[in-house]
Protein backbone atom coordinates (compact mmCIF):
# COMPACT_ATOMS: atom_id res chain seq x y z
CA UNK A 1 0.00 0.00 0.00
CA UNK A 2 2.76 2.64 1.15
CA UNK A 3 4.38 1.71 -2.78
CA UNK A 4 1.47 2.08 -4.49
CA UNK A 5 1.05 5.65 -2.88
CA UNK A 6 4.53 6.56 -3.12
CA UNK A 7 4.33 5.64 -6.84
CA UNK A 8 0.65 7.93 -7.00
CA UNK A 9 2.72 11.10 -5.52
CA UNK A 10 5.95 10.31 -7.49
CA UNK A 11 3.34 10.38 -10.59
CA UNK A 12 1.71 13.41 -9.38
CA UNK A 13 5.33 15.09 -9.15
CA UNK A 14 5.80 14.37 -12.67
CA UNK A 15 3.18 15.77 -13.89
CA UNK A 16 3.29 18.57 -12.29
CA UNK A 17 6.75 19.64 -13.85
CA UNK A 18 5.98 18.63 -17.24
CA UNK A 19 2.70 20.84 -16.76
CA UNK A 20 5.18 23.42 -15.79
CA UNK A 21 7.69 22.92 -18.61
CA UNK A 22 4.77 22.93 -20.71
CA UNK A 23 3.68 26.32 -19.73
CA UNK A 24 7.23 28.22 -20.72
CA UNK A 25 6.57 30.51 -23.58
CA UNK A 26 8.36 29.59 -26.70
CA UNK A 27 10.73 32.61 -27.60
CA UNK A 28 9.87 34.29 -30.52
CA UNK A 29 12.90 35.97 -33.03
CA UNK A 30 12.04 39.23 -35.06
CA UNK A 31 14.12 41.56 -38.13
CA UNK A 32 13.81 44.37 -39.40
CA UNK A 33 12.12 44.66 -42.87
CA UNK A 34 13.64 46.43 -45.78
CA UNK A 35 11.45 48.27 -48.79
CA UNK A 36 10.04 45.90 -51.67
CA UNK A 37 11.86 46.29 -54.99
CA UNK A 38 10.28 48.61 -57.19
CA UNK A 39 10.49 51.59 -54.62
CA UNK A 40 13.18 53.57 -56.95
CA UNK A 41 13.33 57.03 -56.91
CA UNK A 42 14.30 58.73 -60.36
CA UNK A 43 17.83 60.05 -59.02
CA UNK A 44 19.75 57.74 -61.56
CA UNK A 45 20.37 60.09 -64.15
CA UNK A 46 20.98 63.04 -62.22
CA UNK A 47 22.91 61.20 -59.88
CA UNK A 48 25.39 59.34 -62.21
CA UNK A 49 25.47 55.78 -62.22
CA UNK A 50 29.00 55.12 -60.89
CA UNK A 51 27.53 56.73 -57.11
CA UNK A 52 28.46 54.93 -54.16
CA UNK A 53 27.31 55.17 -50.95
CA UNK A 54 28.39 54.03 -46.92
CA UNK A 55 26.39 53.28 -44.55
CA UNK A 56 27.67 53.77 -41.28
CA UNK A 57 29.03 53.43 -38.20
CA UNK A 58 26.04 53.41 -36.52
CA UNK A 59 25.70 53.98 -32.68
CA UNK A 60 23.20 52.85 -30.89
CA UNK A 61 22.19 53.50 -27.06
CA UNK A 62 23.29 50.45 -24.26
CA UNK A 63 19.99 50.24 -23.26
CA UNK A 64 19.46 48.95 -27.16
CA UNK A 65 22.53 46.93 -27.47
CA UNK A 66 21.22 43.17 -26.49
CA UNK A 67 19.08 40.87 -27.97
CA UNK A 68 15.86 41.11 -26.24
CA UNK A 69 13.68 43.78 -27.59
CA UNK A 70 13.22 46.80 -25.70
CA UNK A 71 9.90 48.83 -25.31
CA UNK A 72 8.99 51.80 -23.32
CA UNK A 73 6.28 51.52 -20.65
CA UNK A 74 6.78 55.31 -20.01
CA UNK A 75 9.10 57.97 -20.52
CA UNK A 76 11.29 56.83 -17.79
CA UNK A 77 10.61 52.89 -17.33
CA UNK A 78 11.62 50.01 -20.11
CA UNK A 79 10.65 47.02 -20.66
CA UNK A 80 12.58 44.05 -21.70
CA UNK A 81 11.77 41.11 -22.94
CA UNK A 82 13.22 37.52 -23.02
CA UNK A 83 10.76 36.14 -25.17
CA UNK A 84 10.61 38.40 -28.00
CA UNK A 85 14.62 38.62 -29.46
CA UNK A 86 16.64 39.95 -32.38
CA UNK A 87 17.17 37.35 -34.52
CA UNK A 88 20.57 39.24 -35.61
CA UNK A 89 21.97 41.92 -33.88
CA UNK A 90 20.14 45.47 -33.48
CA UNK A 91 23.00 47.15 -34.75
CA UNK A 92 24.02 45.36 -37.97
CA UNK A 93 20.57 44.94 -38.89
CA UNK A 94 19.94 48.64 -38.43
CA UNK A 95 22.43 49.47 -40.78
CA UNK A 96 21.88 45.93 -43.32
CA UNK A 97 18.17 47.49 -43.90
CA UNK A 98 19.11 51.41 -44.24
CA UNK A 99 21.91 50.01 -46.83
CA UNK A 100 19.34 48.06 -48.73
CA UNK A 101 16.65 51.05 -48.86
CA UNK A 102 19.59 53.54 -50.15
CA UNK A 103 20.26 50.92 -52.48
CA UNK A 104 16.34 50.19 -53.59
CA UNK A 105 15.42 54.03 -53.61
CA UNK A 106 18.52 55.41 -55.18
CA UNK A 107 18.79 53.03 -57.42
CA UNK A 108 22.61 51.89 -57.42
CA UNK A 109 24.28 48.48 -56.37
CA UNK A 110 27.17 50.08 -54.69
CA UNK A 111 26.17 50.44 -51.57
CA UNK A 112 28.28 49.34 -48.57
CA UNK A 113 27.83 48.56 -45.10
CA UNK A 114 30.60 49.64 -42.25
CA UNK A 115 33.39 48.91 -42.33
CA UNK A 116 33.89 47.88 -46.11
CA UNK A 117 36.78 46.95 -48.12
CA UNK A 118 39.36 49.27 -48.73
CA UNK A 119 39.17 49.13 -52.48
CA UNK A 120 35.62 50.58 -51.72
CA UNK A 121 35.61 54.91 -51.92
CA UNK A 122 32.00 55.84 -51.18
CA UNK A 123 30.92 59.02 -53.10
CA UNK A 124 29.01 59.77 -49.56
CA UNK A 125 29.20 58.24 -45.97
CA UNK A 126 25.99 58.38 -43.77
CA UNK A 127 27.06 58.23 -40.12
CA UNK A 128 24.19 57.88 -37.48
CA UNK A 129 24.14 58.24 -33.81
CA UNK A 130 20.83 56.60 -32.88
CA UNK A 131 19.19 58.41 -29.36
CA UNK A 132 15.54 56.35 -29.58
CA UNK A 133 14.55 53.03 -31.32
CA UNK A 134 11.76 51.89 -29.25
CA UNK A 135 8.23 51.84 -28.67
CA UNK A 136 5.21 50.53 -27.19
CA UNK A 137 2.91 47.82 -28.71
CA UNK A 138 -0.12 48.43 -29.86
CA UNK A 139 0.60 52.57 -29.71
CA UNK A 140 3.61 53.76 -31.34
CA UNK A 141 7.58 53.78 -31.66
CA UNK A 142 10.08 56.37 -32.06
CA UNK A 143 13.13 56.79 -33.95
CA UNK A 144 15.39 59.69 -33.21
CA UNK A 145 18.55 60.02 -34.50
CA UNK A 146 21.30 62.67 -35.66
CA UNK A 147 22.96 61.63 -38.82
CA UNK A 148 25.66 63.13 -41.37
CA UNK A 149 26.72 62.99 -44.55
CA UNK A 150 30.03 63.07 -45.34
CA UNK A 151 32.18 63.44 -48.65
CA UNK A 152 34.88 61.55 -50.29
CA UNK A 153 36.63 59.81 -48.10
CA UNK A 154 36.14 61.37 -44.81
CA UNK A 155 37.03 64.67 -46.08
CA UNK A 156 34.05 67.37 -45.62
CA UNK A 157 31.02 66.48 -43.65
CA UNK A 158 28.40 68.21 -45.69
CA UNK A 159 25.32 67.57 -43.62
CA UNK A 160 24.17 67.12 -40.21
CA UNK A 161 20.51 66.61 -39.65
CA UNK A 162 18.48 65.60 -36.45
CA UNK A 163 15.50 63.47 -37.05
CA UNK A 164 12.49 61.90 -34.75
CA UNK A 165 10.10 60.03 -36.28
CA UNK A 166 7.12 58.61 -35.38
CA UNK A 167 5.12 55.66 -36.48
CA UNK A 168 1.94 54.16 -35.32
CA UNK A 169 1.50 50.24 -34.15
CA UNK A 170 -1.31 48.79 -36.23
CA UNK A 171 -1.32 45.31 -34.17
CA UNK A 172 -1.11 44.91 -30.26
CA UNK A 173 1.90 42.29 -30.83
CA UNK A 174 5.54 42.18 -31.50
CA UNK A 175 5.45 41.69 -34.51
CA UNK A 176 3.48 44.74 -35.35
CA UNK A 177 6.03 46.35 -33.16
CA UNK A 178 8.70 45.42 -35.16
CA UNK A 179 6.98 46.46 -38.37
CA UNK A 180 6.48 50.12 -37.39
CA UNK A 181 10.12 50.60 -36.52
CA UNK A 182 10.97 48.90 -40.32
CA UNK A 183 8.30 52.12 -41.20
CA UNK A 184 10.61 54.37 -39.36
CA UNK A 185 13.57 52.91 -40.38
CA UNK A 186 11.89 53.22 -44.60
CA UNK A 187 11.45 57.03 -43.73
CA UNK A 188 14.77 57.62 -42.12
CA UNK A 189 15.95 56.16 -45.48
CA UNK A 190 13.66 58.35 -47.62
CA UNK A 191 14.74 61.69 -46.08
CA UNK A 192 18.63 60.58 -46.40
CA UNK A 193 18.05 60.22 -50.05
CA UNK A 194 16.18 63.32 -50.57
CA UNK A 195 19.40 64.96 -49.02
CA UNK A 196 22.06 62.90 -51.50
CA UNK A 197 19.50 64.07 -54.41
CA UNK A 198 19.70 67.88 -52.91
CA UNK A 199 23.58 67.85 -53.07
CA UNK A 200 24.12 66.04 -56.12
CA UNK A 201 21.99 69.18 -57.83
Known sequence: MRNRLSLGWAFLFVAFLLAGCGSTPMTKFYKLSSLPSGQQENL??????NIAIGVGPVELPEYLDRPQIVTRKSQNQLEISEFHRWAASLQRGFARVLAKNISTLLPTD???VYPWE?????????????????????KQVSLRVIWS??????????????T?????VLTNDYDGLVGAQSNALATLSREIVEEIRRLGT
Request: hydrophobic fraction near 40%.
Open 44 to 49: GALLGE
Open 110 to 112: QVA
Open 118 to 138: GTFTPTYQVKLNVEQFDGQVG
Open 149 to 162: LVGQEGAKVLVVRK
Open 164 to 168: LIEEP
